[in-house]
């Protein structure tokens, strides 16, 4: 029983463009979102993260976005740039974080010159 | 900067080992965690720790232990090593587990293959 999803395993953009990854959750508890950014070989690197009770939180080219209603959180990259090929987890955490992060299987993005 | 080690890059033990993963932070966080890694599964949490020899059983513990005698220091620990638990090995830490701070900063893993 999944309770992050991100659907899409892979997503190709053009350098320049904007990158959007969506994620989904099932848990209304989750009132923490945070999203990774992991190379191969390498630990994953914390990006942005926003709590539940704002709708977005911005720092430099990422922006998350988070729709309670809806159970859905989104990565904005804008510009997209060659470095940001990678793969991007988004993760999920209760109050209290007694279960530790929860995390989604994942999406490859892969940044086209 | 928050920096999380972890002893070993790669290893390679045989079925039926006893195997040690050890992490070390060093920004005085409260809370460490261990995770695997495997494709199509994404992260999954096996053990954490709140405190010095504290713990708490993640999703899949099973086969797996943990020691936190340190504040700095938590390992992981395969009893018996099994193939199935050929992986990548991800520890983190967080300052707190409630509220703002609970981000979790990880090292840059083991990648262990049990044969």
């Known amino acids: 029983d999944q309770q992050v999803k991100q659907n899409s395993p892979s997503l190709s953009v053009q350098e320049g463009r904007i990158s959007i990854l969506n994620c989904d959750y099932t848990?209304?508890?989750?009132?923490?979102f945070l999203w990774y950014k992991k190379y191969p070989a390498e630990g994953p690197t914390f990006l942005i993260s926003?709590?539940?009770?704002?709708d977005k939180n911005e720092d430099g080219r990422f922006t998350v976005f988070l729709n309670k209603s809806a159970k859905h959180l989104s990565l904005h990259i804008v510009p997209s740039q060659p470095g940001d090929s990678a793969v991007y987890f988004c993760?999920?955490?209760?109050?209290?974080?007694?279960?530790?992060?929860?995390f989604g299987k994942g999406t490859h993005l892969i940044i086209q010159p | 900067d928050v920096k999380v080690t972890q002893s070993s890059r790669y290893l390679v033990k045989r079925t039926g080992e006893k195997v040690f993963l050890e992490c070390v932070q060093d920004?005085?966080?409260?809370?460490m965690f261990w995770y695997r890694q495997d494709p199509g599964l994404g992260l999954r949490l096996i053990y954490f720790?709140?405190?010095?020899?504290?713990?708490e059983k993640g999703d899949i513990p099973e086969g797996y232990s943990v020691s936190r005698e340190k504040k700095e220091r938590f390992s992981l620990i395969l009893e018996s090593a099994s193939t199935n638990q050929t992986s990548m090995y991800l520890c983190?830490?967080?300052?707190?587990?409630?509220?703002?701070?609970?981000?979790?900063?990880f090292g840059p893993g083991t990648r262990l293959t049990v044969t």
């Open positions: 926003i709590s539940s009770i704002k």
């Open positions: 920004m005085d966080h409260e809370n």
């Open positions: 720790s709140y405190d010095v020899k504290m713990k």
């Open positions: 983190a830490s967080s300052l707190f587990l409630g509220g703002a701070g609970r981000e979790q900063y």
């Open positions: 848990n209304s508890m989750f009132d923490y």
């Open positions: 993760a999920a955490i209760v109050g209290g974080g007694a279960d530790g992060l929860t």
